[in-house]
């Protein structure tokens, strides 16, 4: 299943199972979604669940967060996340901080979910990771699938519940940022018989190990993951065993599951798409340091981010400006002491 229709699935799912749950946003309806995502909920639910929008973040971002401050459960998408900085007072502040200031009296369940990250060939305006801003923020629960079945049991869990078992589950009133990637709309990847039920939740929190390994540990998100898999299997070559991390949550953050694997590997790698500074990636390192990982690491950790620059447009600075999978295993490497 691609990931685009993993993410409709769940959205299709969940409003069969719950009336109060809408969608609203530029071209969600009519058009099916600028990338497709919302394809055929429409005509399957009808216009005042599947909501076309002007073209005013603010304005339909505060529109899902008082929708959800009064009982309703909305899904608010936008075109892409670097169009929601003309929406981050509604984020931060009204959605992110309200629960709270009530006194746990007024939840606010709503999800701000679209690509996040660079895309390819759309300027420096368009190419931001918005991973780190979001995931400084108190209230908020950020997420940030990888593959197909991320996608789906994420956005199920992060519309809607917290899981505690499959039969038992309630409701998350917190909002959520949910974190895609453009490039990986039309990729492929196999979804179990767990995956395919309707019940198929994936706890926000947790990160998964994809590969298990015994040298180094690669930790990353979003379309990150795919290079540090691709990397993972060139170190392998070399007789190297990485050990690689798909965050998938990012606010929470499972640094339990970092620090058991480097506490084995000794060695750490952080891999993103977002600017160096004051990134994941930076917050990773930190935890670590300040835990008692430090003590097992037998060199600095690294890591591997977008070029600490505004995007270029020309496609030959584009993709100097980006993490590859060469780059990963030459930091890999550097870890290992074993680069020239």
């Not at 709503?110 to 400084?136: E, I, K, L, M």
Request: hydrophobic share 40%; net charge negative; with cysteine.
């Amino acid at each position: 299943m691609i990931v685009r229709d993993a993410l409709n699935v769940a959205m299709d799912e969940e409003m069969a199972r719950d009336e109060s749950v809408f969608i609203l946003g530029e071209e969600v309806a009519r058009y099916n979604g600028a990338y497709k995502v919302t394809k055929g909920l429409m005509d399957k639910f009808g216009e005042k669940r599947v909501v076309d929008t002007p073209i005013t973040e603010m304005g339909f971002a505060g529109l899902a967060v008082g929708a959800a401050m009064q009982g309703l459960r909305p899904i608010c998408e936008f075109m892409t996340f670097n169009f929601a900085m003309q929406a981050i007072d509604q984020i931060v502040n009204s959605a992110g901080k309200t629960y709270y200031m009530s006194g746990g009296n007024v939840p606010c369940p709503v999800v701000f979910r679209g690509p996040n990250g660079a895309a390819a060939g759309v300027g420096a305006q368009h190419s931001q990771d918005y991973a780190a801003w979001y995931g400084s923020i108190p209230g908020l629960k950020v997420v940030s699938p990888w593959s197909s079945e991320d996608c789906k049991g994420l956005l199920k869990a992060g519309n809607f519940f917290l899981t505690h078992s499959s039969s038992s589950a309630i409701r998350d009133p917190n909002p959520v940022v949910f974190l895609e990637n453009e490039m990986m709309y039309g990729v492929s990847f196999p979804m179990s018989q767990e995956a395919m039920s309707d019940n198929f939740l994936i706890p926000i929190g947790k990160c998964k190990v994809e590969r298990e390994g015994s040298d180094v540990t690669i930790v990353a998100h979003s379309k990150m993951v795919t290079h540090s898999l691709e990397a993972a299997d060139a170190l392998a070559k070399e007789g190297v065993k990485a050990e690689v991390i798909n965050l998938r949550s990012i606010r929470p953050l499972d640094i339990d599951t970092i620090i058991k694997s480097v506490k084995k590997t000794n060695r750490l790698v952080i891999v993103e798409g977002g600017f160096p500074a004051f990134g994941v990636g930076s917050e990773i390192c930190a935890q670590i340091v300040e835990s008692e990982a430090f003590d097992y690491l037998d060199a600095p950790v690294e890591r591997v981010t977008g070029a600490d620059v505004p995007t270029p447009y020309a496609t030959n600075l584009e993709a100097l400006a980006f993490p590859d999978t060469p780059v990963i295993v030459k930091v890999a490497k550097r870890a290992l002491y074993r680069t020239n």
